[in-house]
């Protein structure tokens, strides 16, 4: 059985009348120390990403513009979250499956990882990934 833990975290953010400014760097609000960050943005309407679990590497999403669904589970616990806000985190710890979907046009979701990219971290197939949990 796998540990579920995927939380929402509060961006810290400096506001003034000059705007907000959201900063995320404080490994004990991320769960890890920064590694990576990337963004995914111009999904076309419809179209789904994810449908895939980490190995080892952790990260906080954040909707930094419009909004997304991530669907999380494991092979007990499934929890939706609806992510539309610059001032709001998920955090996903390791071994966790994720399906995002209902992207806005206008979504830019931020991604910061505690590891480099490496495509052997990557569980892409659910019943592999359900083997692998049950194997942990
Ligand atoms: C995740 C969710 C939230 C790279 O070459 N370098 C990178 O740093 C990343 C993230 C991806 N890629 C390549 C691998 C694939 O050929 O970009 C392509 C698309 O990646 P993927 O299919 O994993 O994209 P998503 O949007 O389904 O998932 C991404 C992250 O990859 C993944 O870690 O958890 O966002």
Request: glycine share 8%; with cysteine; aromatic share 10%.
């Amino acid at each position: 059985m796998g540990t579920f833990d995927a939380s929402l975290i509060t961006v810290p953010t400096i506001e003034n009348d000059a705007g907000a400014l959201g900063v995320l760097e404080d490994s004990a609000l991320l769960g890890f120390e920064i590694a990576r960050a990337y963004f995914i943005y111009d999904v076309p309407g419809g179209s789904e990403r994810g449908g895939h679990a980490h190995k080892e590497l952790s990260q906080v999403l954040v909707a930094v513009r419009g909004s997304l669904t991530v669907r999380v589970s494991d092979d007990v616990q499934s929890k939706a979250f609806f992510l539309n806000s610059p001032r709001v985190g998920l955090r996903l710890s390791p071994g966790l499956w994720r399906d995002m979907y209902d992207f806005s046009a206008d979504c830019v979701c931020l991604v910061l990882a505690s590891e480099k990219y490496r495509e052997s971290d990557y569980l892409r197939d659910h019943s592999a990934y359900l083997d692998w949990l049950s194997n942990k």
